[in-house]
C-alpha cells in the first residue's frame, strides 16, 4: 500500500475501513462515554435543575465549532485535525501550541474515562461484593485505571477496525441502557407531573454562575465530534462522511443529554433511603463534595452524590438500576477511553510526521496500519495523569484545554476559507461566514474565563503544560522546524541571466497567448529603471500535499513556455526564468516577489469582473493586488498593440500619479502621445486648470501629452466614450484609494472602465507599505473570500 499525502516511513499507510454508522458511532461513544455518567451529577450540585438548560446551550455554543469541524474535516480530511488546521493558516511554529495541547487535552480526556471506570469497578466491589484486594478504594480506582489504559492502548495498538468494532459494541449497550432509563424516567413525569414541577423548583438556585460553571464542567461531553475529523484518512469518502458524522452524532448526544437532565432531577424523589446514601456516600475520585442541608433538595443530593449521583438516582427508577448504570458506565467509559486513545494517537501522528515529534512516532505499523509509536506515547500519558491527578480535576483540565483548543481552531478556519478556499474541496460549507466560527470564539473565551472561578488548579495545569510545551518547542522542535521547513514555494527550476540589475520587475505567465504583451509592457518599465526582468510560472499542488512532495515533471511544459516568451525579450534587458511549485498562483506569486524583492509585477487579466463568492477580478489578481510588495501593473490585453495613443484618467491621488508614470515610460518607448483626462460634473475651470498642471509634469519629462476634461457624472462611461471617440489605443488607470471595507479591488471606476472597453487597459496600484498593511489587515477580517476553485487571471 502506498503512502497516502503527507507521507509516512516506509510504504505503510492507514487503511480506509471506517464506514458513516462505524465513525458516527466513535463520536457518540466519546460525547456520551463516562461523562454522563460521572460529570452529571457533579454539575447537578453547581447548576442545579438548570443544568437542563446547561445542557441545552452547551449543545448551541458547540454546534458554531462542530461547524467548523465539519467544514474543515470535509475539506482537509487528515490525521491530526484541529493541529493540521492551524499549522495550515498559521504555520508549522504558530501550529506546535495547538499540537501539544491538542495531544495532551485527549490524553486528559482518556484519564477521565478510565478514572471513571476504576471508580464505578471499585464501587462495584466494595459495596455490593465487600472486596478491597487489601489495597484502599483510591489504590483500587488508580489500578484499575491503569489496567484499562493498558489493554485499549492494545487495543488500539492493533487496528482501527478492532477499535472501532469494540467502540460499536459499547455505543450500542450504551444507547440501549440510556434509552430505557430516559423512558422509565418519564413514566414517571407522565404519571406525576407535580413531583417533576416541585423538583425543578427554583430553576436555577444559584443564578447564572452556577449555569456557567456546569457549562464549563460537561463541555467534554460535547467534543467527540473532534474525534471524528481525527480518522479522516480511514473514513471512506470522508468529505461526504465525516460532515454526516459530525451532525448525526451531536443530534443524538444534545438530546440524550438534556432528556437525562429531565429525568434525574424531575423523576426522582428525596426519601431517606437516598439521603442516607448521599450523606454516607464519599468521592473516590477526589471530588470535595458539599453539605448536605436540611430538607435537601433533589439536585443538591445529586450533587453531593459526585460522580455516583445519577447510578443512585436510577436506582429509583428500575429495578437493580444503580448496578445497571454502573455496568454501563464502565463500558461506557471503555468507549469514550478507546476513542480519546485514537484521537490521541493521531495527534501525536501528525506531530511527528510534521518533525516536531521524533519521527519514530509518525511511524506506522506494517501490519496492523496503526500509528503504533504515537499510541504507546498516548497510552503512557493518560496512565500518568490518572494517577496523578483527581477525577474532577481531570474533568476541569480537560475542558479548560479543549476551549484553548477550540479558540484556534475557530480563528484557523476564517484564515483558511479566505486564504485557501479557492483550492479546497469542500464536502460542507459552514454557513453564515464569518459570523459563526466568531460566535465560536467569543463563547469559548467567556467559558474558559468563567470557569477559574470552578478550578482555578485546571489553568494552573494548562499554563504548566503550555509552559512544558515553549520548553520543547525552544529546545527541540524549533530547530527540526529549521531543518524541515518547507517554504510557501518552492523553486524547481531557476534559469539566471549572466547580468544582474538593482531593479526587478515579475511577469508572471498563465497564458502563452498573452506573453508577448506582457513582456512587452515590462521592458520598457524595466528599462527607465535600469532594471532587469524575472519570468515565471507557477505549478499549483493541493494544500493537502506538502511542497516538497511535487512532482518536477509536471514543470516541462512550464519550462518551455516561459522559453518561447524569452524570444520577446530585448538583447539589452537582462531576464531570469523562474518555474516555481506552490498551494497557489496568488500566494505563490506574492512569496516570489518577496523572496527576490520584485519591484513591480506586470500580470494579464481576462477583462471580466467576477462578483461570485467574494472574487473580482479573479482569485490570482485580488490577491496579488492586496498583498504583493510591489508595484502592480494589471493588464487587459487583446494582443500586440502598436500604441499611438494613450488615455490616463487622473484625480492627482498616488495611485493616478503612478498612472502618469506608466503612461510616460510607455509613451516615451513608442513614440506615443498621452492625454490626460479629468471627469468632472463640478466646476470645468478648477478641472482645467489641475489636469493642465498634471500634463505639465509629463511635458518636462519630453512626453508629448495633451490634457481633456469631460463634463459628467458617469465617470467609467465619460472615460469610455472619450477612449473610443479619440481613436485611443490603451487606458492607463490607477487605483482608487481603498476603504476600510473593500468592495473592489481598483475600485470600480478603474473596474468598469477596464471591462467596458474593447481595447487595451491596464490599472496600476502603488505600493504604500504602511497604507498596505493596514488595508490587507482590514480586507482579512472584512473582505468576502472565494469558496471555489477560480483561476481567473
Avoid at 456557567?212 to 474525534?227: D, H, K, P
Wanted: proline letters at 5%; hydrophobic letters at 50%.
Amino acid at each position: 500500500m502506498s503512502s497516502g499525502p503527507g507521507g509516512n516511513r516506509g510504504d505503510a499507510d492507514f487503511a480506509r475501513e471506517l464506514t458513516l454508522l462505524d465513525v458516527t458511532f466513535l463520536g457518540i461513544g466519546a460525547m456520551i462515554g463516562g461523562s454522563v455518567f460521572v460529570l452529571t451529577g457533579l454539575a447537578a450540585g453547581e447548576a442545579g435543575p438548570a443544568l437542563i438548560l446547561a445542557f441545552a446551550l452547551n449543545g448551541v455554543i458547540t454546534i458554531f465549532t462542530a461547524m467548523t469541524y465539519a467544514e474543515l474535516g470535509s475539506a482537509i480530511p487528515e490525521p491530526g485535525g484541529g493541529y493540521l488546521w492551524v499549522r495550515t493558516a498559521l504555520g508549522r511554529s504558530q501550529a506546535f501550541l495547538s499540537g501539544w495541547m491538542s495531544w495532551f487535552a485527549h490524553a486528559v480526556a482518556g484519564s477521565l474515562y478510565v478514572l471513571t471506570f476504576g471508580s464505578f469497578v471499585t464501587l462495584i466491589l466494595t459495596a455490593y461484593f465487600d472486596l478491597t484486594l487489601g489495597l484502599s478504594q483510591v489504590q483500587l480506582q488508580k489500578s484499575f485505571a491503569v489496567l484499562a489504559t493498558v489493554g485499549f492502548t492494545y487495543v488500539n495498538y492493533r487496528g482501527t477496525k478492532e477499535a472501532s468494532f469494540a467502540e460499536n459494541v459499547v455505543t450500542v449497550v450504551q444507547l440501549v441502557v440510556i434509552i430505557v432509563v430516559i423512558a422509565a424516567g418519564f413514566r414517571v413525569v407522565v404519571s406525576d407531573p407535580e413531583v417533576t414541577v416541585a423538583n425543578l423548583e427554583p430553576f436555577a438556585p444559584n443564578g447564572a454562575g452556577g449555569i456557567f460553571i456546569a457549562m464549563g464542567l460537561t463541555f467534554i461531553a460535547f467534543e467527540g465530534y473532534e474525534i471524528i475529523v481525527q480518522s479522516g484518512r480511514e473514513v471512506v469518502e470522508p468529505r461526504k462522511n465525516v460532515p454526516k458524522a459530525v451532525f448525526y452524532s451531536m443530534l443524538v448526544v444534545v438530546t440524550l443529554y438534556v432528556l437525562i437532565g429531565i429525568v434525574m432531577l424531575g423523576a426522582i424523589t428525596v426519601t431517606p433511603d437516598l439521603e442516607a446514601t448521599a450523606e454516607a456516600t464519599d468521592s473516590i475520585g477526589g471530588t470535595v463534595l458539599p453539605e448536605l442541608p436540611a430538607d435537601p433538595a433533589v439536585w443538591q443530593v445529586v450533587g453531593h452524590l459526585g460522580e455516583f449521583g445519577l447510578a443512585q438516582a436510577v436506582g429509583q427508577l428500575l429495578p437493580y438500576g444503580t448496578l445497571l448504570i454502573l455496568f454501563t458506565g464502565i463500558l461506557s467509559a471503555l468507549a469514550a477511553l478507546n476513542a480519546t486513545t485514537f484521537s490521541s494517537a493521531r495527534v501525536g501522528y501528525a506531530l511527528g510526521r510534521d518533525h516536531v515529534f521524533p519521527d519514530a512516532v509518525a511511524r506506522i505499523h506494517p501490519e496492523n496500519h496503526t500509528p503504533h509509536v504515537s499510541v504507546v506515547m498516548s497510552g503512557a500519558l493518560i496512565a500518568l495523569m490518572a494517577v496523578s491527578l483527581p477525577i474532577a480535576q481531570v474533568a476541569a483540565a480537560t475542558d479548560l484545554m479543549f476551549l484553548l483548543l477550540f479558540l484556534q481552531v475557530n480563528y484557523s478556519m476564517i484564515k483558511i476559507r479566505r486564504e485557501h478556499g479557492a483550492e479546497l474541496s469542500y464536502g460542507y460549507l459552514a454557513p453564515w461566514f464569518p459570523y459563526i466560527p466568531i460566535a465560536g470564539i467569543v463563547s469559548k473565551l467567556f467559558l474558559a474565563v468563567y470557569f477559574f472561578n470552578y478550578s482555578p488548579l485546571a489553568w494552573v495545569i494548562a499554563i504548566s503544560w503550555i509552559g512544558v510545551g515553549a520548553v520543547v518547542f525552544a529546545t527541540y522542535s524549533r530547530g527540526r522546524i529549521r531543518e524541515t521547513e518547507a517554504p510557501e514555494t518552492r523553486t524547481i527550476v531557476e534559469e539566471r541571466a549572466l547580468r544582474q540589475r538593482p531593479y526587478q520587475v515579475l511577469v508572471p505567465i498563465h497564458d502563452p497567448a498573452n506573453a508577448e504583451r506582457l513582456v512587452d509592457l515590462a521592458v520598457p518599465i524595466a528599462r527607465r529603471n535600469d532594471g532587469e526582468l524575472v519570468l515565471t510560472t507557477v505549478v499549483t499542488m493541493p494544500v493537502q500535499t506538502p511542497i516538497e512532495r511535487g512532482d518536477d515533471r509536471r514543470a516541462m511544459a512550464e519550462r518551455r513556455m516561459l522559453a518561447d516568451a524569452m524570444r520577446y525579450v530585448p538583447e539589452d534587458v537582462p531576464a531570469h526564468r523562474i518555474i516555481t511549485i506552490g498551494r497557489t498562483p496568488g500566494r505563490s506569486i506574492v512569496d516570489i516577489a518577496r523572496r527576490y524583492d520584485s519591484e513591480a509585477i506586470v500580470l494579464g487579466w481576462r477583462g471580466r469582473r467576477k462578483r461570485l463568492g467574494g472574487v473580482v477580478l479573479g482569485s490570482t489578481i485580488d490577491y496579488v493586488v492586496e498583498n504583493a510588495p510591489a508595484d502592480v501593473v494589471v493588464a487587459k490585453t487583446t494582443g500586440p498593440v502598436e500604441l499611438r495613443s494613450i488615455l490616463v484618467p487622473t484625480d492627482g491621488g498616488p495611485h493616478a500619479i503612478f498612472a502618469e508614470s506608466i503612461a510616460g515610460t510607455l509613451a516615451a518607448a513608442h513614440d506615443a502621445r498621452v492625454t490626460l483626462l479629468t471627469v468632472s460634473a463640478d466646476d470645468p475651470n478648477e478641472a482645467a486648470t489641475f489636469v493642465r498642471e498634471r500634463g505639465a509634469t509629463l511635458e518636462r519629462e519630453g512626453v508629448d501629452c495633451k490634457t481633456a476634461v469631460v463634463p459628467s457624472k458617469d465617470v467609467p462611461g465619460a472615460i469610455v466614450a472619450y477612449a473610443e471617440d479619440h481613436e485611443i489605443d490603451t487606458i492607463v488607470t490607477g487605483a482608487a484609494r481603498a476603504g476600510i471595507v473593500p468592495r473592489t479591488v481598483f475600485g470600480d471606476i478603474a473596474e468598469a472602465a477596464g471591462e467596458r472597453f474593447e481595447g487595451e487597459v491596464l490599472m496600476v496600484k502603488k505600493y504604500r507599505f504602511v497604507r498596505s498593511a493596514a488595508i490587507r489587515w482590514a480586507h482579512k477580517w472584512f473582505a468576502p473570500r472565494s469558496d471555489r476553485t477560480d483561476d481567473g487571471k
